[in-house]
């Protein structure tokens, strides 16, 4: 666990590190380089650097916090990963029943969460989203729905096109956000505004990370003049 620069949380928590990359979304993936750089600063947790590693140790460590926090769960991986045994998925919801905390699960293997979704417990302190960086991966959402989460989100980060009539009934969140970094691919503010549309004419929330690019910080996260930092109740 630590505490996250990540806009739309409080806390990352990763019982599992390491990935392989399955879009273009992951082409430039920020996970794989900051494992680089923690295989030398924590090295009995990133020995493996990139490697799909699962952690036992870190089951116990939600119990440890005092006061209800949000919690990006595997930041640094993906929980839905085919290499991740149901079995470890198990004890990682059940670390989520037993906790007061808000934890957000991202994956990009949504076929995957589909399939075992009857057999997890979904508390409603668990959320649940899928990454849809262009229009070849829509098909995330409807994988989606057929979870049992009772938030349901989007990440659409790194957005890389335009995402014209999404489908956003039973979608109660939407994060939009420009990639960052040396090699960053462009976001056009029309994609971004449209999303935006499309969220309020479903009701979704919407939350607008960042411009992205070279210099994030310089381009800021500014959208016709103001900051949107909605997030479901």
């Known amino acids: 666990m630590s505490k996250s620069k990540i806009e739309w949380t409080n806390e990352t928590w990763n019982p599992c590190t390491g990935c392989t990359k399955v879009s273009a979304g992951c082409k430039n993936c920020y ?31 939600p119990y440890k916090w005092r006061k209800p926090r949000v919690v990006f769960v595997n930041s640094m991986s993906d929980l839905f990963h085919e290499g991740v045994p149901l079995d470890f998925i198990k004890q990682v919801f059940e670390v989520m029943n037993g906790t007061p905390h808000t934890y957000q ?32 991966v829509l098909n995330r959402l409807d994988d989606l729905k057929k979870c049992g989460a009772r938030i349901k989100f989007l990440s ?19 994060i939009a956000g420009g990639e960052s970094g040396r090699n960053a691919r462009p976001i056009k503010e029309e ?11 479903s009701g979704t929330k919407f939350f607008f990370k960042q411009w992205g690019g070279t210099n994030k910080k310089k381009t800021g996260r500014m959208l016709n003049g103001r900051t949107f930092d909605e997030m479901p109740e």
């Open 31 to 61: 996970a794989a380089e900051m494992s680089r750089r923690l295989k030398y600063m924590h090295p009995v947790k990133y020995r493996n650097g990139f490697e799909l590693t699962c952690h036992p140790s870190e089951l116990e460590r």
């Open 105 to 136: 699960i991202l994956t990009k293997r949504s076929e995957r969460l589909a399939e075992l979704s009857c057999e997890l417990s979904w508390t409603d302190n668990i959320w649940m989203g899928v990454s849809v960086e262009n229009q070849a």
């Open 156 to 174: 659409c980060e790194p957005l890389l096109e335009g995402l014209p009539n999404m489908e956003l009934n039973g979608i109660d969140w939407v």
């Open 191 to 201: 994609w971004v505004i449209d999303i935006k549309q499309q969220c309020e004419k």
